[in-house]
T-cell receptor
């Protein structure tokens, strides 16, 4: 079974430029998560989708960040414009989404460097 | 945001030694998950715990869900060089699927 796929693996951009990350979750997983991970820290949730619906986006900086999951499968996270402080690893995870079984499986992440 | 207290922050051990790390919280969790993260990769799920007092093994790894539901332990027996990485605990409050994460325990193994 294929795991969570993310692309690109690395991205280097200049500040004020836009950037987008793509995630394909594990087949059959209806819950998808985007996390941000800074060096030496645990993952921090940005947004959680149940199928196409964003059910928790309270930690997403909506002035510059946006996300979509149009058909309830793949998802895209966008930053526009990027700032220096956005340099981090952006992780995508998926789970079956039942309330009592919340085993989240992560992709390899996209390492973003903003110059 | 809210985080778990995970300790130790780092460990440097000799190959063959046993390792123990733990996470504690002031909140009651109904799920504990232990992950391992290697450089350049996402966290990989090692063990999931769903019941207070539960003791679960995965090869040389053993984790326990504390009786008080406020803590969890991960033990690694007979460590080997490929155990190197950062180990994270994550807990789930109630039926909210949001995970609360520890800051990680960095493990180094000297061959």
């Amino acid at each position: 079974e294929a795991g969570v796929v993310q692309s690109p693996r690395y991205k280097i951009i200049e500040k004020k430029q836009p950037v987008a990350f793509w995630c394909n979750p594990i087949s059959g997983h209806n819950t998808l998560y985007w996390y941000l991970q800074n060096l030496g820290q645990g993952p921090e949730l940005l947004i959680r989708y149940e199928n196409e619906e964003a059910v928790d986006d309270s930690q997403l900086p909506k002035d510059r960040f946006s996300a979509e999951r149009l058909k309830g499968v793949d998802s895209t996270l966008k930053i526009q414009p990027a700032e220096l402080g956005d340099s981090a690893v952006y992780l995508c995870a998926s789970s079956l989404g039942t309330a009592t079984l919340n085993e989240q499986f992560f992709g390899p992440g996209t390492r973003l460097t903003v110059l | 945001g809210q985080q778990l207290n995970q300790s130790p922050q780092s460990m440097f051990i000799q190959e063959g030694e046993d390792v123990s790390m733990n996470c504690t919280s002031s909140s009651i969790f109904n799920t504990w998950l232990w992950y391992k993260q290697e450089p350049g990769e996402g966290p990989v799920l090692l063990i999931a715990l769903y019941k207070a007092g539960e003791l679960t093994s995965n090869g040389r790894l053993t984790a326990q869900f504390g009786i008080t539901r406020k803590d969890s332990f991960l033990n690694i027996s007979a460590s080997i060089p490929s155990d190197v990485g950062i180990y994270f605990c994550a807990g789930q409050l109630g039926n909210n699927r949001k995970l609360i994460w520890g800051l990680g325990t960095s493990l180094a193994v000297n061959p």
